[in-house]
């Protein structure tokens, strides 16, 4: 076997980057389809006058996931940053849609 040139290289790249677009557009779709349940759910809170946020349900999540990332062998505080990022923005939805009545 050769030595690794210039061009086997750029290929291995180019395959490994292909490989992180089709990943990184899988999530794209999955935080779609994500987005779309909580903003039904933030129109059935404000429907029958529920707060936007449920302090319990996002500790029993975050517990969740980050025993799911440990099991992936993911870093568990990673996996809690993310998911409470997307949480923040589910309940400013929420929020939202409790003020103004659409998202």
Do not use: C, W
Request: charged content about 35%; hydrophobic content about 40%.
């Amino acid at each position: 076997m050769g030595t690794p040139t210039a061009e086997s290289h750029a290929k291995q790249l180019q395959a490994y980057r292909e490989s992180i677009d089709n990943i990184d557009a899988a999530l794209v779709f999955m935080l779609a389809e994500r987005f779309k349940i909580t903003k039904a759910v933030g129109f059935y809170k404000r429907e029958h006058d529920l707060p936007p946020a449920d302090p319990n349900r996002e500790q029993r999540q975050i517990e969740r996931l980050r025993d799911l990332a440990k099991s992936a062998n993911l870093d568990p505080e990673f996996s809690e940053k993310f998911l409470q990022f997307i949480i923040r923005e589910v309940i400013r939805h929420h929020e939202i849609i409790r003020e103004e009545g659409a998202l």
